[in-house]
Every structure is written in structure tokens, then in C-alpha cells.
């Protein structure tokens, strides 16, 4: 059974950090593309960041030169780091692996004074 684990969201004050960890079992992600995604109630999923097998990286342009997602293979683990954050960032953030649409729990950012 797979299972992808998100972790690490919380809430932060504006201009703060979290990093969040996604960490896969069940399925082996090294050759696998990796999605961050992140949703406001009301609205649509968004796509903010993707990593491929080779560590090629891209991000939505609100989030560009503010978060960063890596990627451990021996750990099977993603992660999204996120510095700088502001209010607009809250959201509940979500893993996925997209050629087989698996898909975490999520996991809450809040970022407020």
C-alpha cells in the first residue's frame, strides 16, 4: 500500500520559515516526478512546485525565490522549504506523486501575526 505523509506545517508569523516533509512508502520515488501542492478553501488546488528524477526543479510564480523543494531518494522523502512567508501562503499543503495520482493527508500552513 502507498502512502505519501506530509509534516512539518504549523503557524508561523509573516517573514517566517517552515520546512514540510513528504515522506512516500510503498513506492519507490527516485525515478518519479514530485508535486507540492497547495489549497485555500473556495479555491482551486494549486501547483506550487515540481521536482523531477534529476532534481530538476519549477515553481508557480508566487512562490518563486521563496520556497525550495528538494528531494532525499535514500529517505524517500520530498521537502519544500518555505522562507519569507506571507499571509497569502496559508493553505493546506499536499504531496503527490503524479503518474500514479497518489496523493497525501495534507498538512496546514497558517501565517499570521
Known amino acids: 500500500q502507498v502512502q505519501l505523509v506530509e509534516s512539518g506545517g504549523g503557524l508561523v508569523q509573516p517573514g517566517g520559515s517552515l520546512r514540510l516533509s513528504c515522506v512516500v512508502s510503498g513506492l519507490d520515488t527516485s525515478a518519479t516526478v514530485m508535486h507540492w501542492h497547495r489549497q485555500v478553501p473556495g479555491k482551486e488546488r494549486e501547483l506550487v512546485a515540481y521536482i523531477s528524477p534529476r532534481r530538476v526543479t519549477n515553481y508557480a510564480a508566487s512562490v518563486k525565490g521563496r520556497f525550495t523543494i528538494s528531494r532525499d531518494n535514500a529517505k524517500n522523502t520530498v521537502y519544500l522549504q518555505m522562507n519569507n512567508l506571507k499571509p497569502e501562503d496559508t493553505a493546506v499543503y499536499y504531496c503527490?506523486?503524479?503518474?500514479?495520482?497518489?496523493w497525501g493527508q495534507g498538512t496546514q500552513v497558517t501565517v499570521a501575526s
Open positions: 503527490s506523486q503524479p503518474q500514479y495520482n497518489y
